[in-house]
């Protein structure tokens, strides 16, 4: 127990990458780190690598980069209350570390989305579903500019419905683009707004339904897009001067994930974020002549940030064994890149060596759909099923996708002796617009499930699983695939789920979620409740608590507003009238996920208990 304990500290204390930047004269990289700490902090270092990360802030409570002052001297930064993602936000500058200076005020009754400082360093940029004129929340989400020495707060725009985006202040500080779903809760309009709101006008539609998500140029006139077109996305252009559209690349072959123009480049560049075989591959793009760079053939997945005044790129690069990192490198070489500039090693006992590769294992659903996922062994299993069983993580989202990338959490399962799967079900991000768009065919609940089933049976068919020693787990949208399965699938196939913050009930999970939230609801359900009510009471685990047969371990973040404990009540309440057996644990710290480091240590052991034992 002292080598699985030593194991799992080891394993907790590697850094977790969250969101990260350049600074904009290029000089500072700052990011956010879960597993350094207790909780998450903000970070900062210099590019060229001359100096040790610095610690920015340190807390209590889970604490994220926002973004940058114009003039590279802070940092805005992101702070909630046990996971309940109000978040307050902050300012903390490179020069005075662990101060925090308060922008917005404590315990806000809305949720907030961005946070960008005007170059005239007196106006914060941010959007929340309030409305101050009235001093009420709200459904929909406004755009805010809010003058810190006067605390007057201007609505620039006004949806009328919920949006989960970001606005994006140019550099010049005089247009703001945001995302609309006025039209239809599966469709993103881009829309631009003055920096006085005096003229709020949609620039970018391509249909009620169609995505398209806008970034800035560096000169503040031209936005790159990506607009998804069909069964594919396509990259283009705009121009505020005359309001023309461009396109870089219109190719249906292509599987484009997403294209930004990053800063710091006398030649403006676009990165071309695309999926190749499971991997990400970045490619630059010189939009004017239309040149591409081809991306480097590297074990891992490499994402530019951005060029650095010195020379050569600043990104990030990942995989299995190497967390993700912030590095420096040549596009134009081949090679790795160079060893990370935040010093992530220096925090855990481990090393590369010491963790599980992925291995990419494939099979087809019951109706003939191609499904791919990531299978970790461990190395005593030698090709046989490992004797302590197998454990299938499911990702969240669903429009998201498992990676070839380090999970502390799967590591640990396959430290323990477990064999472990992430399938990438259909909906899935990562392989082509017509799969990530067909769960949307039946609807949450529908063959995605069947892909999740038979990826287990497949297993079983490889011999790289036992049947009556497979669990399954997910966080979200795979704690609802965990209890899809339990009350689903024969205990022949799966012996035992533990949901994560999973939906139950989708009628209480859309009246008590975040509003801006709902939207994804109606996209993925065909409607409301009250418009497709016996979709959503046919694709509700609650209904169906009877058919469980194996062992039932539900784990809910009590401060959840995205997945909300109502969810847990009510299948308690059902799980007892059926008299059906079930083991719970709650943290009352938490949110939507675990994500403390003390809790997360809580969580890991107990799901091996919990596995061990429903595998005996």
Not at 30 to 57: E, F, H, I
Not at 79 to 85: C, F, I, M, N, R
Not at 173 to 182: A, K, N, P, V, W
Not at 394 to 417: I, K, L, M, R
């Amino acid at each position: 127990m002292t080598i699985a304990n030593d194991l799992l500290e080891s394993l907790l204390s590697v850094p977790m990458l969250g969101s990260a930047d350049v600074s904009p004269d290029g000089r500072w990289a700052a990011w956010t780190w879960s597993g350094a700490g207790p909780s998450a902090d903000v970070y900062v270092a210099p590019t060229n690598g001359s100096k040790a990360a610095t610690r920015l802030t340190a807390s209590d409570e889970n604490t994220r980069f926002v973004s940058w002052s114009p003039d590279s001297r802070s940092l805005v930064v992101a702070q909630d209350h046990g996971g309940d993602e109000r978040v307050r936000l902050f300012r903390v500058y490179l020069d005075r570390p662990g101060e925090m200076e308060a922008l917005t005020e404590p315990a806000p009754p809305y949720y907030l989305r961005g946070g960008e400082l005007h170059p005239n360093g007196r106006w914060l940029i941010y959007a929340m579903n309030f409305d101050v004129a009235a001093d009420r929340e709200i459904e929909a989400t406004w755009v805010y500019r809010h003058d810190l020495a006067t605390g007057e707060r201007r609505a620039l725009a006004r949806p009328a419905k919920a949006t989960y985006a970001e606005p994006a202040l140019n550099d010049q500080g005089t247009h703001i683009l945001y995302s609309r779903q006025d039209l239809d809760p599966g469709g993103y309009q881009v829309w631009l707004v003055d920096i006085e709101g005096r003229e709020d006008r949609e620039i970018l539609n391509f249909g009620p339904s169609a995505k398209v998500f806008a970034s800035w140029f560096p000169d503040g006139r031209q936005v790159v897009f990506v607009a998804q077109a069909g069964s594919y996305r396509r990259v283009g252009v705009w121009d505020l001067a005359s309001g023309e559209t461009r396109w870089l690349i219109d190719d249906p072959g292509r599987n484009i994930e997403m294209a930004w123009a990053p800063r710091g480049t006398d030649r403006p560049t676009v990165v071309v974020e695309e999926i190749v075989a499971t991997r990400v591959r970045c490619s630059l793009l010189n939009p004017a002549t239309g040149e591409e760079t081809a991306p480097a053939d590297l074990p891992g997945n490499l994402v530019p940030l951005r060029p650095l005044p010195a020379g050569g790129w600043i990104g990030r690069y990942y995989s299995s064994t190497r967390p993700d990192d912030l590095v420096c490198f040549q596009p134009e070489t081949g090679e790795p890149p160079s060893d990370g500039i935040t010093g992530l090693w220096d925090h855990t006992a481990l090393l590369p060596d010491d963790l599980a590769p992925a291995e990419e294992f494939n099979w087809h659903s019951d109706d003939g759909l191609a499904i791919q996922g990531w299978l970790y062994r461990p190395r005593s299993a030698a090709g046989n099923p490992s004797p302590a069983g197998t454990i299938v993580r499911v990702h969240g989202g669903p429009t998201a996708h498992s990676e070839n990338s380090f999970d502390p959490q799967t590591q640990y399962f396959v430290s323990q002796g477990f064999t472990v799967l992430l399938p990438n079900y259909r909906g899935s991000t990562g392989f082509s617009v017509a799969f990530e768009e067909s769960i949307k065919q039946d609807g949450w609940g529908g063959r995605e499930q069947d892909d999740i089933r038979t990826g287990i049976e497949a297993l079983i068919d490889a011999s790289f699983a036992q049947p009556g020693k497979v669990g399954i787990t997910g966080t979200s949208y795979g704690g609802y695939s965990s209890w899809c399965a339990i009350t689903r699938f024969p205990t022949r196939i799966l012996a035992a789920a533990a949901p994560i913050c999973g939906m139950t009930d989708l009628v209480v999970d859309y009246e008590t979620t975040r509003p801006d939230l709902r939207p994804y609801s109606e996209e993925m359900m065909g409607g409301r409740p009250d418009q497709a009510p016996e979709r959503y009471r046919e694709r509700s685990p609650i209904n169906f608590v009877r058919n469980i047969r194996g062992r039932l371990l539900i784990v809910q973040g009590l401060r959840d507003p995205n997945v909300t404990p109502s969810n847990g009540q009510v299948v308690r309440e059902a799980l007892e009238e059926a008299g059906i057996p079930y083991e719970i644990l709650t943290f009352p710290d938490e949110g939507h996920g675990i994500a403390l480091r003390k809790n997360r240590r809580i969580l890991y052991r107990r799901l091996v208990e919990f596995f061990t034992a429903a595998f005996a």
